[in-house]
């Protein structure tokens, strides 16, 4: 499939980048399919920003309706979903009670995400607990963010924590343009589960028998999500204690 846009002489095509890029239209990064310059110019545009819909429903709420917009009022306003500000493409609700202000690229986002074997985060409205990546549960004060939550609630990401970690593995070299990016949080939930138990503070008075439990614990979800470095750190306060 191919289109035309009034901003570049070539035609697009519809296809999968061979790696992260910043959209034309909402300045956001992208990923996956998308409309790339047929002969091959720095220009992309997320398949959402390419051929956007005139009219789309808010997902966590049927009574507010979204409008596309090129400009406007919204910009310089944050996006709903990732907290960064509007630039060009976005969507704009038409309610009188509340203006939100979203990427188009945001409203595509993966309703599931995989954190590891059995524990699957779902997109949510707001973050139920810190964010894993950042550890804050709102992004600002003004901007709560959209989060992947686990059923539980006890496990988050801000959907721009994933973005962003997406973009740092893909520079890493941890994947290719054929891969799919968001199997990155597979990777990277280990390593953040680990890091936050570091930086817990440590209890008062804490019994011998609680820190044996906790230490046991630790064990065995490192054992689960093959992390080496949680193992021996795990090994260390079970024999310290």
């Given at each position: 499939?191919?289109i035309s846009?009034?901003n570049h002489p070539?035609?697009?095509?519809?296809k999968?980048?061979?790696c992260?890029?910043?959209?034309?239209?909402?300045?956001?990064?992208g990923?996956r399919l998308?409309?790339i310059c047929?002969?091959?110019c720095d220009?992309?545009l997320?398949?959402?920003?390419?051929k956007p819909?005139a009219i789309i429903?808010?997902?966590?709420?049927?009574?507010?309706?979204?409008?596309?917009?090129?400009?406007?009022?919204?910009v310089?306003s944050?996006c709903?979903?990732c907290g960064?500000?509007?630039?060009?493409f976005h969507y704009?609700c038409?309610c009188?009670?509340?203006?939100?202000?979203?990427?188009?690229?945001?409203l595509?986002?993966?309703?599931n995400?995989e954190?590891?074997?059995g524990?699957?985060l779902h997109?949510?409205?707001?973050a139920t607990?810190?964010?894993?990546?950042?550890?804050?549960k709102d992004?600002?004060s003004n901007v709560?963010g959209?989060?992947?939550?686990s059923?539980?609630?006890n496990?988050?990401y801000?959907?721009s924590?994933v973005?962003?970690?997406?973009n740092?593995?893909?520079?890493?070299?941890?994947f290719?343009g054929?891969?799919d990016?968001?199997?990155?949080i597979?990777q990277?939930f280990?390593?953040?589960?680990?890091?936050?138990?570091?930086?817990?503070?440590p209890?008062k008075?804490?019994g011998?028998?609680?820190?044996?439990a906790?230490?046991v614990?630790?064990t065995?979800f490192n054992?689960?999500?093959g992390?080496?470095f949680g193992l021996i750190?795990?090994?260390?306060?079970?024999?310290?204690?």
């Open positions: 499939m191919e846009n009034a070539h035609k697009l095509l519809l999968d980048a061979n992260p890029y910043y959209c034309w239209g909402c300045n956001q990064l990923f998308s409309y047929s002969k091959g220009f992309f997320h398949k959402q920003c390419g819909q429903e808010y997902p966590f709420s049927n009574k507010c309706i979204l409008r596309f917009r090129d400009g406007g009022p919204g310089d944050p709903d979903a960064k500000k509007i630039k060009r704009r038409t009188t009670f509340q203006k939100r202000h979203l990427h188009p690229s945001c595509a986002e993966e309703t995400l954190a590891m074997y524990l699957t997109l949510q409205k707001t607990s810190k964010c894993l990546h950042c550890g804050t992004l600002r709560r959209w989060a992947y939550v059923t539980c609630g496990y988050c801000h959907v924590c973005k962003e970690i997406i740092k593995n893909w520079r890493s070299g941890f290719t054929k891969s990016p968001f199997r990155t597979e990277q280990p390593k953040d589960m680990n890091r936050m138990n570091q930086l817990t503070l209890r008075k804490e011998p028998k609680r820190k044996h906790e230490a614990l630790s065995l054992m689960l999500t992390n080496p750190g795990a090994a260390q306060r079970y024999f310290s204690s």
